[in-house]
């Protein structure tokens, strides 16, 4: 078995949770159209004894061109941490874009074995600018959503997993918790279902996680940073609340593979995204 560390970086919105997806054939990290919506390294770990490799896949939250709170920069640096634990770097990057708005980012690259991969060719071609063709990288195109030309990136990846070892037993497919994914679920219902501004301001919180006999017992605190967001994420007659904890129970059903009752409680902590204490709290130091 030969295995290897690889980490997709690339701007927010590319595609990266999508063809981590796709790469593992689950739908383990949460993806939407909104940008930011990953916001820990979250690895996936691929296990394929056909082609006798095991790939650990890390995906990052989303390079920024500038940031404007601590969350922002604490989400930078959990990217540069990601990339040096890796020995191969996907970068992935939509085709309307272009690697010249990102060559700062390559400085942090050195020494490391580099892909640069263009996705979403189902919307068009890229365009390779001067600076792109000067970069001694391989590099290719996809579609991670239409799951086009996987296997000619697959093909580029497997020489570069070389370490003669297995570090994940066979059935353990992420490094992250159940309590992770279940609030997870409950963002993925706020990015669903609210305005671009709300999922950007919230963070969620498992309080308590109980396994009893024939049900889990969940409590989950959404923290808003204003106090009419708080009233738009419950809703008129508590509506929303309860479409965001029902669909976020459905998962957390299929993913614990018992019934689950899932409480949800929605607070204001104003400005949280730059309060250094409760960052450190919730993960992101
Ligand atoms: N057309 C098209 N859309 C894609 C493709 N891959 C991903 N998308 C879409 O792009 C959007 C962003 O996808 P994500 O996987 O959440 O992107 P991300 O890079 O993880 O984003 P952040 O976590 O915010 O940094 C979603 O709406 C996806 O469905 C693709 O190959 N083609
Ligand atoms: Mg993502």
């Known amino acids: 078995m030969r295995s290897g560390?690889?980490?997709?970086?690339?701007?927010a919105n590319a595609g990266k949770s999508t063809l981590l997806n796709k790469l593992?054939?689950?739908?383990?990290?949460?993806?939407?159209?909104?940008?930011?919506?990953?916001?820990?390294?979250?690895?996936?770990?691929?296990?394929?004894?056909?082609?006798?490799?095991?790939?650990?896949?890390?995906?990052?939250?989303?390079?920024?061109?500038?940031?404007?709170?601590?969350?922002?920069?604490?989400?930078?640096?959990?990217?540069?941490?990601?990339?040096?634990?890796?020995?191969?770097?996907?970068?992935?990057?939509?085709?309307?874009?272009?690697?010249?708005?990102?060559?700062?980012?390559?400085?942090?690259?050195k020494g490391k074995k580099v892909i640069i991969?263009?996705?979403?060719?189902?919307?068009?071609?890229?365009?390779?600018?001067?600076?792109?063709?000067?970069?001694?990288?391989?590099?290719?195109?996809?579609?991670?959503?239409?799951?086009?030309?996987?296997?000619?990136l697959f093909k580029i990846i497997d020489p570069l997993i070389t370490d003669e070892a297995q570090y994940y037993p066979d059935d353990v497919i992420s490094d992250r918790t159940e309590r992770f994914f279940v609030k997870?679920?409950?963002?993925?219902?706020?990015?669903?279902n609210l305005k671009e501004e709300i999922p950007h301001q919230i963070f969620v919180d498992i309080d308590t996680m109980e396994e009893q006999a024939e049900i889990w017992r969940i409590e989950g605190t959404i923290y808003t940073e204003r106090e009419n967001h708080k009233k738009i994420i419950i809703g008129s007659a508590g509506s929303m609340i309860k479409k965001i904890g029902t669909e976020a129970r459905k998962k957390s059903e299929e993913l614990l593979s018992k019934k689950v009752f899932l409480k949800l409680e929605v607070k204001v902590?104003?400005?949280?995204?730059?309060d250094p204490i409760f960052l450190k709290k919730l993960e992101y130091y």
């Open 5 to 11: 560390f690889l980490t997709i970086i690339g701007p």
């Open 184 to 192: 997870e679920y409950i963002r993925e219902g706020i990015l669903e």
């Open 24 to 109: 593992l054939k689950t739908n383990l990290n949460i993806v939407s159209s909104k940008p930011q919506t990953t916001r820990n390294n979250i690895a996936g770990i691929l296990t394929d004894h056909k082609r006798g490799i095991q790939l650990v896949i890390t995906d990052t939250p989303g390079i920024l061109k500038k940031n404007v709170s601590i969350l922002d920069a604490r989400l930078q640096d959990s990217i540069v941490k990601a990339v040096e634990d890796a020995d191969i770097i996907l970068f992935l990057i939509p085709v309307k874009d272009t690697v010249s708005n990102y060559l700062e980012f390559f400085e942090k690259l």
């Open 269 to 274: 902590k104003e400005n949280w995204r730059n």
């Open 117 to 152: 991969c263009f996705n979403k060719i189902d919307l068009g071609k890229p365009s390779f600018s001067e600076a792109e063709k000067k970069l001694e990288f391989p590099m290719i195109e996809i579609s991670a959503l239409k799951e086009l030309n996987i296997d000619s």
